[in-house]
T-cell receptor, first 114, second 114 residues
Framework: SAVISQKPSRDICQRGTSLTIQCQVD?????MFWYRQQPGQSLTLIAT?????????ESGFVIDKFPISRPNLTFSTLTVSNMSPEDSSIYLC???????????FGSGTQLSVL | QKEVEQDPGPLSVPEGAIVSLNCTYS??????FMWYRQYSRKGPELLMY????GNKEDGRFTAQVDKSSKYISLFIRDSQPSDSATYLC??????????????FGRGTSLIVHP
C-alpha cells in the first residue's frame, strides 16, 4: 500500500475565498485522483491528476473552479476556488501505487464554507 | 437507475451477529470488485478486493460476487463494536488505465452495539 498524507484535515472558510489541499505520497504512484464525498452520497470523481500536464476533469467539474497541480509522481494539490456553501464536503486524494493496481485513499479534508 | 445501488442503512446489529452488506450493479463489464471501510472523519480503507465471480475470505470477512445476478456481498462474522463504520462497495471494468477508475456505491452505515 501507500502512505498518503493529506493537509489540511479540516477547515472552515468564508464564501468567495479559495482553499488549496495538499496530497503527499511516500512512494511513486501511477495514478492520482481527487474525489468529493458529500453527505449521504457516493464518492464522486472530480479529476485525474496527470503528472506534468493538465488534469482530466469529469463531467460537471471545471479547471477554473478546481485547479489541480501534479508537479511530480508523489505530490498533488487541489484548489477549491471562489467557494460557496455548496462546496462544503469532504475532499479525498487517492492513488494507485506503481507496485499494485489497487486504489488507496488519504484521510480526507473536511471543508465547511460559511 | 444508478450503476451501483447500495442501501445506505443504517444497519444496527448486536455484537457477535453475522452482518450481510450488499450491492447490486447494472454494468456487465465490471470485473473487479472492492469493499472499503470508512470510519467517521477518515478516508476509505480498502478491505477486500476480488476479481470476477466467487468467494474470498480474510479473517472474519468474506466477499462474495455473483456476476450472473450482478450482486455482491460482504459478510462479517462475529461482528464487533469496532466494525461500526460505513462500508462502500466499488467496482471497475479493468485493472489499469482508464477502465480502472471504480464506480462507488453510496455506502452502508453499520452500527454494532455491545
Amino acid at each position: 500500500s501507500a502512505v498518503i498524507s493529506q493537509k489540511p484535515s479540516r477547515d472552515i472558510c468564508q464564501r468567495g475565498t479559495s482553499l488549496t489541499i495538499q496530497c503527499q505520497v511516500d512512494s511513486q504512484v501511477t495514478m492520482m485522483f481527487w474525489y468529493r464525498q458529500q453527505p449521504g452520497q457516493s464518492l464522486t470523481l472530480i479529476a485525474t491528476a496527470n503528472q506534468g500536464s493538465e488534469a482530466t476533469y469529469e463531467s460537471g467539474f471545471v479547471i477554473d473552479k478546481f485547479p489541480i497541480s501534479r508537479p511530480n509522481l508523489t505530490f498533488s494539490t487541489l484548489t477549491v476556488s471562489n467557494m460557496s456553501p455548496e462546496d462544503s464536503s469532504i475532499y479525498l486524494c487517492s492513488v494507485v501505487p506503481t507496485t499494485n493496481e489497487k486504489l488507496f485513499f488519504g484521510s480526507g479534508t473536511q471543508l465547511s464554507v460559511l | 437507475q444508478k450503476e451501483v445501488e447500495q442501501d445506505p442503512g443504517p444497519l444496527s446489529v448486536p455484537e457477535g451477529a453475522i452482518v450481510s452488506l450488499n450491492c447490486t450493479y447494472s454494468n456487465s463489464a465490471f470485473q473487479y470488485f472492492m469493499w472499503y471501510r470508512q470510519y467517521s472523519r477518515k478516508g476509505p480503507e480498502l478491505l477486500m478486493y476480488t476479481y470476477s465471480s466467487g468467494n474470498k475470505e480474510d479473517g472474519r470477512f468474506t466477499a462474495q460476487v455473483d456476476k450472473s445476478s450482478k450482486y455482491i456481498s460482504l459478510f462479517i462474522r462475529d461482528s464487533q463494536p469496532s466494525d461500526s463504520a460505513t462500508y462502500l462497495c466499488a467496482m471497475s471494468a479493468g485493472a489499469s488505465g482508464g477502465s480502472y477508475i471504480p464506480t462507488f456505491g453510496r455506502g452502508t452505515s453499520l452500527i454494532v452495539h455491545p
